[in-house]
Each structure stands twice: as structure tokens, then as C-alpha cells.
């Protein structure tokens, strides 16, 4: 199984039958904009559900049922939104603009430079914010992932900056600036 998010607000669920056909499963629909992360809850067979993020929140889908568990993250613009021209203003209120999953965590990148790190619903409720980390300022944070069984989580600024982040501490361990614009970690 996989899944994907798309521009029209759904994220789908497929399968890869054992004759090598692709067969599309499920659409989860409900998002209120563009659905930019997905990440599986548990260890990747969807029995814990799917999370996604689209607009300003976080999502979990029961993926048997093909439903909305919850909802959570709703925000309001904030004074630390960045004031850069680069950033469209639809975007500016802190949008979600990947997803990562590991320790316990869901770490989301945000339009504002912000990676806001959520609960994945195991030791608290689900879409709680544990922390936000303000590591990209003036740069939309394309992409995050945890690495060392979620000890450490490296974040990819649209502006060439990667930072790797100690979670344990949620401290900046290092930061290193590329000659090109990054999109992935």
C-alpha cells in the first residue's frame, strides 16, 4: 500500500495488486485545501491509520474504515509569520507543507519557517503540539524527516538551509546553508 496527496484536498490510498496492477483503494476526503504530507501512524501497514496535513491542520484516517478519526492544529496568522514577498499570501499563516513520523511525533514544515511538531496520538492526544521550532526564518520548510529512531530531526529550508535538531533536547545541533535551493530531505 501507498498513498498520496493531491491538489484537489483528497489523499488516496492505493495497492499494488501481486499481478503488478496498481488499484486504487480509498479517497479520503474532507481536507480543506491542498494535502501536502502523508505519513503512516505504526509501523507502516496502516493498521494505526494515516495522518496528513493540509492548509493550517493535522489529520488522522482510520484506512480499513476509510474515515476521519480527528482533526487538530487549526491556527490564526501570527506576529512571527514571515513578511517575505516569496511567500504567497494564502501560505503565510504557517500552512503545513510536509509530514514526517517518528518517536512518538509528527514533524510538519511550515510556510513560515516554522517546523511545528505534533503528538501522533501513542502518549498523548493526537495533534497536540508538543513544540514548534522557529529553525527556518524568512524561508518556507519544504521538507522534514526523522532520523535515529526520532532522535534527531533534519529539516530542509526552501532558502538552501538544512538543520538538524536534537529532539531529546530540541535544540539546533547544526546548521549548514547548500549553494542551491533544497526541496527534500
Not at 501507498?2 to 489523499?11: I, K, P, R, V
Not at 499481478?19 to 483503494?25: D, H, L, P, R
Request: charged content about 20%; hydrophobic content about 35%.
Amino acid at each position: 500500500r501507498f498513498a498520496t496527496g493531491s491538489a484537489d484536498g483528497t489523499c488516496a490510498l492505493w495497492s499494488l495488486e501481486a499481478t503488478g496492477e496498481v488499484k486504487a483503494e480509498t479517497r479520503f476526503e474532507g481536507h480543506p485545501g491542498e494535502v501536502y504530507g502523508i505519513a503512516w501512524l505504526g509501523e507502516g501497514t496502516g493498521a494505526d491509520g494515516l495522518a496528513t496535513c493540509s492548509e493550517t491542520e493535522v489529520f488522522r484516517w482510520d484506512v480499513e474504515r476509510g474515515t476521519l478519526v480527528e482533526k487538530a492544529g487549526k491556527r490564526e496568522a501570527m506576529d512571527s509569520v514571515s513578511e517575505s514577498t516569496a511567500t504567497p499570501e494564502r501560505w503565510r499563516p504557517g500552512y503545513l507543507f510536509s509530514m514526517a513520523h517518528g518517536g512518538g511525533m509528527l514533524a510538519c514544515g511550515c510556510s513560515d519557517g516554522v517546523v511545528r511538531i505534533y503528538s501522533d496520538g501513542k502518549s498523548s492526544r493526537f495533534g497536540a503540539l508538543v513544540v514548534e521550532l522557529p529553525v527556518h526564518p524568512n524561508a518556507i520548510v519544504g521538507s522534514t524527516c526523522f532520523v535515529g529512531d526520532g532522535v534527531g530531526l533534519i529539516s530542509v529550508g526552501l532558502d538552501g538551509t538544512v538543520v538538524i535538531t536534537d529532539t531529546r533536547m530540541w535544540r539546533t545541533v547544526r546548521r549548514v546553508t547548500s549553494d542551491s535551493q533544497l526541496t527534500s530531505a
